[in-house]
């Protein structure tokens, strides 16, 4: 989503939530590989790497409302598989895999963010 336009209000927002994301896990020292990498199996929000890990990021922005609901199992399972498949592709074998969920909060104006490391 680097320099797309909205399609409505709630696209908007996603990419709102997905920038303030990549700034956080920069400021945090992730180097950003790939933002919604798109396979016809789904897609991934972002893709980085840390230390000794390649970090499968999941970003969920919502309205006054716990991002953190919509990580369901079928969600986690798509991911993972999403991740297993970027993998094989990319012939990625020295880095160890870990997945984090960023949880994005929009109250008035104000976003506020909470990224949760390992999550599953």
């Known amino acids: 989503m680097f320099g797309k336009l909205a399609k409505n209000p709630a696209h908007q927002l996603g990419i709102d939530g997905e920038k303030k994301a990549r ?12 933002a919604n990498y798109r396979t016809r199996l789904g897609e991934l ?7 000794e890990y390649l970090v499968f990021v999941e970003v969920k922005t919502r309205i006054d409302q716990n991002p953190f609901i919509q990580m369901t199992q ?4 798509k ?12 012939e990625i ?3 160890q895999p870990r997945f984090d ?5 929009k109250h008035g104006t104000e976003l506020t963010l909470e990224h949760l490391e390992n999550a599953f």
């Open 45 to 51: 929000d972002l893709i980085a790497t840390v230390e």
């Open 23 to 34: 700034k956080h896990l920069k400021k945090k020292g992730y180097r950003i590989l790939e």
């Open 101 to 105: 969920v960023i949880g994005i909060t």
């Open 74 to 77: 079928a969600k986690i399972k």
């Open 79 to 90: 991911i993972r598989t999403l991740a297993l498949a970027y993998m094989a592709e990319k």
């Open 93 to 95: 074998q020295d880095l």
